[in-house]
């Protein structure tokens, strides 16, 4: 049985090993190619002239992920406060499940609502076509919070009851306890919800592509058409052929690169909360 | 000390109460949304007919026949895998750099883009192994994506049950095996089915990586070869090329209730095993 | 059923750190031997060795031998997993599995029998009478037994363990966690049982092992101090740390 066991494990480890592997083979001789510089940094993505410079898109998902996450980690974590330490239990206990419930919404319905409700509003009361870096942001913050509020319940959850006891005990009000005691204890684990959350909305392809516009130019305001990397593979790929693709292929693993010094750096976070205790 | 911390306090909730109804708002607003304009389209006609003139008129059966087609797939696929990977793990080795490092790139793979994903869906199952935009890429595809998720909750669900079990176990002359299968696995089965549920939710939801690995074809999958679509292709078509929004709220919406309602049962199964179990 | 247990020269170490040492010790069947002595003196490593608990801890080995009717259970060709039906253990915390009394019962039976094993009600009824547990639970058996309070979930303990027909049963302290009616039940039973097999009782209670053992061993910091007869060891020991123990000048 041991030996069985040995045989699945290895046979699922090697075919996610195959993916990291295959992406980079891919992708990394047009980075040697071309050029990181003027892959990267470059702003004339024409790929009929043979120009594959992904900057705007680079800048683009930067300001993107930026405004998501202003607007979603401090509703995110004011939530997840407002849940443990000022809400009864049980009202907790229906409401985390609910929220977690909505994550599990696909992405592509917010992208709707986003094109069908957002946009309008925004090309109504702020101008521009609608469909916009704004547009982006807003929704992909929406699209966060689940997993910011979510994870950063657990981390306010996990800490001691004694902690929390021992300050009541001196005097201090709920607040002051939460702002003083509670949340710097939680401070690594909200952390790493963040910049778990950042991963996503850094990953989140269908809903951008709906509601940003995809126009490759760097923006010059937040109601401004965008495109991200991943709209722009998305969006490309069906159509592009040899140094084309292979130019997607690099932007995947520049994205895959991004993606993983963020989960390294959350999982660092992580490991500091258990290291100081 | 110019304020006084009740008042502090009370402002401090205000805020944060604010927030809190804020977002609660919006994601309720969004389910709210669809559902109102979806659910009248939805009828019996809607679920079972097929699609009529690329989706303008008709139902949407293919599509959901596609999406269970699919899910299935990548659970059967994914879920021995992952499980047995997370009892390897954690039962047959040592805690060690090794298991760490393994762990991690779970992780890892956990959080990479879902385009990614069909980029290598594409490449190597579409193309060179030649399956052709197929229910069998699809799945494969989809397989990989969720077994990280599989892996990693299995993993802690195992974790959790208390080691005081084992030695129970152990000490009446039970097998590392039987351990596993007759006390560990049925108690972490709650986690277990946790992981397993995320991952339906993510099949059901995800929509860039099928594209390029099953297609888009409306008609009924003959058999694993052929291309299929899911609700959220179908949904993401529909509206992306404005075919008809009508119909689109109603594909939506019944991606929404398909998702609600495996979260549901699956919140239900497991209060059940809990109950039975205390 | 008796058994001769026959330590020899019996050493365990943890890393480089020496639990028990140079252990030599006679345990005479069909009698409850009582193990004393202060905490970190060796009596649990000492039982956990009997049935090779000890080996699921990384980093220990083990010197010397541990005779079970003749036979070194430490040898090559001996079956941790048989051996463990053989001697079994209560431990000091209550844990019963989280299944029905039923089935908790029936755990360790149906381990070694193949597929289609049978139940046999009377295995159950047996063990259960045989733990004093057996009129309290008659008709809930397929309840959950997670529902018992905490004395009845020793009792079960005890019923689990003895449903394999063990040749030996070990007791880690336990009724560390019990009140003194669920103790004194268990106390009772034990005095029964020792008359079908053999009993090796830790206890941080000395009044508990001179109430109920027939034979007493003092350890002190992984080594056995003085082993002989209860009445003995209590009234007039042979080591002067022995009888400081048991005044209570240390421990």
């Known amino acids: ?277 | ?278 | 059923m008796t058994a001769k247990i026959s330590l020899i020269d019996f050493s365990v170490f943890c890393g480089p750190d020496p639990l028990l040492q140079n252990v030599n010790m006679e345990i005479r069947g069909n009698q409850i031997l009582g193990v004393i002595g202060p905490s970190g003196s060796g009596k649990t490593t000492l039982l956990r060795s009997l049935n090779r608990m000890n080996e699921l801890q990384p980093g220990f080995r083990t010197g010397g031998q541990v005779l079970l009717a003749g036979e070194d259970v430490y040898g090559r060709d001996y079956d941790a997993v048989s051996l463990r039906k053989k001697v079994g253990m209560v431990f000091a915390m209550p844990v019963p599995l989280p299944m029905s009394i039923h089935e908790n019962i029936t755990y360790g039976p149906s381990l070694s029998a193949g597929q289609g094993w049978k139940h046999d009600e009377a295995v159950v009824e047996k063990s259960l009478k045989a733990a004093f547990l057996w009129d309290e639970v008659k008709d809930r058996l397929n309840t959950p037994a997670l529902r018992l309070s905490g004395g009845q979930q020793q009792r079960l303990c005890l019923a689990r363990t003895l449903a394999l027909e063990p040749e030996v049963i070990l007791l880690d302290e336990p009724c560390s966690g019990l009140d003194p009616v669920s103790t004194a039940r268990i106390e009772e039973a034990l005095t029964i049982l020792k008359e079908r097999y053999t009993v090796i009782l830790v206890t941080n209670n000395t009044k508990q092992a001179a109430r109920v053992a027939d034979r007493t061993a003092f350890f002190l910091m992984g080594r056995l101090v003085e082993e002989g007869a209860t009445q003995q060891i209590f009234t007039a020991p042979k080591d002067k740390r022995t009888s400081d123990y048991i005044t209570g000048r240390f421990g």
């Open chain 1, 1 to 277: 049985m041991q030996r069985l066991l040995l045989a699945v494990a290895f046979s699922a480890l090697s075919a996610l090993l195959l993916i990291a592997i295959f992406i980079v083979s891919q992708g990394l001789p047009f980075i040697f190619r071309y050029g990181f510089k003027e892959f990267l940094f470059s702003s004339e993505w024409q790929p009929q002239a043979g120009k594959f410079g992904i900057f705007p898109m680079v800048v683009s998902t930067l300001w993107v992920t930026l405004g998501a996450m202003v607007i979603g980690a401090p509703l995110g974590v004011a939530g997840a406060i407002f849940l443990t330490e000022f809400v009864p239990r049980p009202v907790m206990g229906i409401v985390k499940p609910a929220i977690e419930l909505l994550a599990g919404i696909p992405s592509v319905v917010y992208g709707f609502i986003g094109v069908m409700v957002l946009a309008p509003l925004i090309r109504n009361h702020l101008g521009g076509p609608g469909l916009s870096l704004l547009a982006g942001s807003i929704i992909l913050g929406i699209m966060i919070l689940p997993t910011i509020i979510s994870i950063s319940i657990d981390s306010i959850m996990a800490v001691p009851k004694a902690y929390r006891e021992g300050s009541l005990a001196l005097g201090a009000t709920v607040w002051q306890t939460v702002r003083m005691v509670t949340l710097p204890a939680a401070r690594s684990g909200i952390a790493a919800s963040i910049i778990l959350a950042m991963g996503r909305a850094i990953g989140e392809t269908m809903a951008v592509i709906m509601v940003t516009g995809n126009s490759v130019k760097i923006p010059g305001s937040v109601l401004e058409p965008v495109r991200t990397l991943t709209a722009n593979i998305a969006l490309e790929m069906g159509y592009a052929t040899g140094m084309h693709r292979q130019a997607l292929f690099a932007t995947g693993v520049v994205l895959f690169v991004v993606i993983m010094i963020l989960n390294f750096s959350a999982s660092y976070v992580m490991r500091q909360r258990k290291a100081r205790r």
């Open chain 2, 1 to 278: 000390m110019k304020l006084d911390p009740k008042h502090t306090q009370k402002a401090a909730v205000a805020v944060l109460g604010s927030a809190t109804l804020l977002t609660l708002t919006a994601l309720v607003f969004i389910i709210g949304f669809v559902l109102q304009k979806g659910l009248p389209v939805l009828s019996w006609a809607f679920l079972t007919g097929s699609p009529q003139d690329m989706g303008r008129a008709g139902g949407i059966f293919p599509a959901i026949a596609g999406s269970a087609a699919l899910t299935v797939l990548a659970v059967l696929l994914a879920a021995p895998l992952g499980v047995g990977t997370a009892v390897y793990l954690t039962e047959y080795t040592r805690e060690s750099r090794m298991t760490a490092i393994i762990r991690f790139g779970a992780d890892c793979l956990a959080g990479i883009p879902s385009i990614i994903f069909g980029l290598f869906g594409f490449i190597l199952f579409v193309t060179i192994l030649k399956m052709g935009w197929s229910l069998l890429a699809g799945g494969l595809t989809l397989s990989l994506m969720i077994l990280p998720t599989i892996i990693r909750t299995t993993e802690e669900a195992i974790k959790a049950v208390p080691v005081s079990y084992r030695e129970v176990s152990y000490s009446l002359g039970a097998t590392r095996w039987q351990t596993v299968y007759k006390v560990i696995l049925p108690n972490a089965l709650p986690g277990i089915l946790t992981g397993v549920m995320l991952g339906v939710g993510r099949s059901l939801g995800e929509t860039a990586a099928v594209i390029f690995t099953a297609g888009s074809s409306l008609r009924m999958p003959a058999s694993v070869f052929d291309s299929v679509r899911t609700m959220a292709v179908h949904f993401y078509l529909l509206a992306r090329e404005g075919i008809s929004a009508e119909n689109a709220y109603g594909t939506a919406a019944a991606l929404i209730i398909a998702v609600l309602s495996v979260n549901l049962l699956a919140y239900w199964m497991m209060n059940r095993m809990i109950a039975k179990r205390t």
